[in-house]
Nanobody, 122 residues
Framework: QVQLVESGGGLVQPGGSLRLSCAAS????????MDWYRQAPGKQRELVAG???????NYADSVKGRFTISRDNAKNTVHLQMNSLKPEDTAVYYC????????????????WGQGTQVTVSS
């Protein structure tokens, strides 16, 4: 089993910054994609940013130029640096990882964190 633990959420004023972190632990033989999603009240969960084991990244149009995703493969950790935050960024943020949790190279599973609240308000 693999556990993902997120941290770094909180209350911030518009224009401010926050840095989210998500650390994976447990039976880990490899991690491919590491992604951040968010879900605002009454809305569907949406992909915010993602990164692959090869280092490529992708972002939702709404956060391009403001958010940066990065990963530390040695620590099985992914970060999301969020700058110039807007009230519409308010949501619960979740990390998701695609993990090989057995020695078999053929089996990869998705794991989700428990979510961390980000509130942007004056």
């Amino acid at each position: 089993q693999v556990q993902l633990v997120e941290s770094g959420g909180g209350l911030v004023q518009p224009g401010g910054s926050l840095r989210l972190s998500c650390a994976a632990s447990g039976s880990i033989f490899g991690i491919n994609a590491m992604d951040w999603y968010r879900q605002a009240p009454g809305k569907q969960r949406e992909l915010v940013a993602g990164t692959t084991s090869g280092g490529s990244t992708n972002y939702a149009d709404s956060v391009k130029g403001r958010f940066t995703i990065s990963r530390d493969n040695a620590k099985n950790t992914v970060h999301l640096q969020m700058n110039s935050l807007k009230p519409e960024d308010t949501a619960v943020y979740y990390c998701k990882m695609v993990v090989r949790d057995t020695p078999s190279v053929l089996i990869w599973r998705q794991y989700w964190g428990q979510g961390t609240q980000v509130t942007v308000s004056s």
